[in-house]
Structure formats: structure tokens, C-alpha cells
């Protein structure tokens, strides 16, 4: 198979889908690979390091798009890309389609088979290939939540692990999940007054046990959260509901109470978002304040430390791209079905499920285009 990755063009974003090590997988596994010139860049991979890799070097992505049968990306693609995409082609990147109705469109309108990285499972409704950037993602929340909190950015003036004689910044985190608990982690090793909100009872008890009292668990009751957020200096939106648009937690209505400068973090906006006020912004203009309250909400959080997420993407991505590569996308997804969970579109349907309920189109189930 002929397989292409092409430079990302959203803004900001430095990752690549292949790095040379992945394309030498390839190639060995007797594929050709085709990387759009300086595509590595943002991770430190020049061409002549592709092309070591056995790699061919294309000057334009129009050449990928129109020539090889898998295009492997990080970013869904931009419009732009999308108008490129055609039938019988397979596209295997992150979508997050749920709150995008016009990528959609567009992705129904090519024809492509399109393989979302966010939604292939693994045992116990684990998200394998989602995992690594959410690991990314939580960490540099605190980070983002934590320069946004300077008085210069425009928040409160409050150092996260407080000093000697000087209490702490308090930080909520919405859902226990993988961005949530590594949000966490982060914000105790900063020395941060730390609460997580989760309605699972396991999840709680884990993270109790986790933390051992460096953290406190509470259940997520309507009010609960009210009461934490009306109280926070910093608040992680760590809530994700496979596939589907975020559910918009805290409202408009609770900035009021919250302290003038305090700062919102949402994590879950490549789904659309988890706080009422969201709006997706990106690394060049990162946040945006409403009511007195610093929202941070950039779509592409681990496109800022572009070389570490790369390659933890691509110790997850790549064993099934040589599946599908080797096997062909209908024999892969028949043999895996975790992978089969992350077909998105074919041919103008909607084969998964969440997605067809949020945006309005018909289902339908991958099983039955596997027959």
C-alpha cells in the first residue's frame, strides 16, 4: 500500500502522523511511504531523515492526497484537505466529529474511509489511542492553567503551590478520567489545593487510593460542583463521553460566583467543550475572558510540545496502520474489532453511532459493511 503523511496546517500544530521511525516500519513491512516536504520539522525530522527511513519526499500535499491510499495525520483535516479526499481512500487521524458538523459534511460528501483515532477501543472500553494525548493534555492543562493564573495574563496573581504563610491556588478537576488524573497529579506535585469531581464510585476510590490524601474525591453532584467551581482558582474540564459532544457542565450562570481572574481550563473542547462559555481558540491566542473569568480552550494542547506527543502517538497508532496497511481496511477492522470501532465514515455513511445521533444522520453499524 501507499501510504502518506502530509504536513499539519492548523494553527500551531508541530506533530506529524508518521515519524521516520514509523515510516521505517512501514517500508520493511513492504510499503511504500510518502512524506510531504518538511512535514518533520516541528519534531525535529528533516527530510533527509525520511528518506534514510526509506521514506519518498513529495514537495506538496496535494501530490499525498492524490496519489496514496492511506493518508495518516494527527489534526482532522482542514477544510482545504478535506477537498481533497476521495473515494476508496482510507484517512486515519484524530476526528472528534461529534460538535463538527461541516467536517462531517465534507467527509460524507469524499467518500473517504475514515478511521478516527479517538474512538478505537481496547479491553475493559479502554481508549488506547486517545490515551497517550490525554495523558499530554492533563499535564499541560496545569501548566496552561498555571501561567493564565499571572496577574500579566490577566488571572488572579496566584501561585499554584502557594509559599510559607500563604495558602495554596485551589484546583478543581471535572471527571477522573485519564485527563483528570494526570491534571491531578500534576497540580499536587505543584503543591496545589486539589479537588476531583467524578460520578463514578470505583473511579473515586481509585483516585483516593491514588493520592492518599493529597487530593480530595467528590462525588459530581449538580451542586457539589457549584459549590467548588464558586470557590476554584483554577478549573480543569477533564470530561469526555466517547465520541460524542461534551455535555456543558458549568454554566454561564456559575461564573458570577466565581473570583474575578480565576481560570478555566477545558480540556474536553476538541469535543465541543464542557463549560457553557467555551469556544475553541489556539496556541497563538490561547485564551479569552467572560464575566471576569480567564478561559483557556486550545483545541491542540500537545501540538505545543509537538516532539513528546508525536512519538507517544505513534507507539499506539502504529500498530494498526501496519494492520491496515498489510491487511487492507475491511480485512483489519473484520480481524480487530477494537480497531472496527474507529471507522467514523465510509462511503458517505455514518458508521458510528454517537456521532449520527449529535449531528442527525442515519447509523450505520461497521459490522454490517464487514460481511
Known sequence: MRVGTVKEIKNHEYRVGLTPESANELVLNGHEVWVEAGAGEGIGASDDDYEAAGAKIRRTAAEIFAECEMVVKVKEPQAVERAQLRKGQILYTYLHLAPDAEQTADLVKSGVTAIAYETVTGPGNSLPLLKPMSQVAGRMSIQAGATALQKAQGGRGVLL????????????????????????????????????LDRDPSVLEKLDNHFEGRAHTLFSSRAALAAQVAEADLV????????????????????????????????????????????????????????????????????????????????????????????????????????????????????????????????????????
Open 161 to 196: 503551590g502557594g509559599v510559607p504563610g500563604v495558602l495554596p491556588a485551589k484546583v478543581v478537576v471535572i471527571g477522573g478520567g485519564v485527563v483528570g488524573f494526570n491534571a491531578a497529579q500534576m497540580a499536587v506535585g505543584m503543591g496545589a489545593d486539589v479537588t476531583i
Open 236 to 371: 480543569v474540564g477533564a470530561v469526555l463521553v466517547p465520541g460524542a459532544a461534551a455535555p456543558k457542565l458549568v454554566t454561564r450562570d456559575m461564573l458570577s460566583t466565581m473570583q474575578p481572574g480565576a481560570v478555566l481550563v477545558d480540556v474536553a473542547i476538541d469535543q465541543g467543550g464542557c463549560f457553557e462559555t467555551a469556544k475553541a481558540t489556539t496556541h497563538a491566542d490561547p485564551t479569552y475572558v467572560v464575566d471576569g473569568i480567564v478561559h483557556y480552550c486550545v483545541a491542540n494542547m500537545p501540538g505545543a510540545v509537538a516532539r513528546t506527543s508525536t512519538y507517544a502517538l505513534n507507539n499506539v497508532t502504529m500498530p494498526h496502520a501496519l494492520r491496515i496497511a498489510n491487511k487492507g481496511w475491511k480485512a483489519a477492522l473484520k480481524a480487530d474489532a477494537h480497531l472496527a470501532d474507529g471507522l467514523n465514515v465510509h462511503e458517505g455513511q455514518i458508521t458510528y453511532e454517537a456521532v449520527a445521533n449529535d449531528l442527525g444522520y442515519d447509523y450505520v453499524p461497521t459490522a454490517s459493511l464487514l460481511d
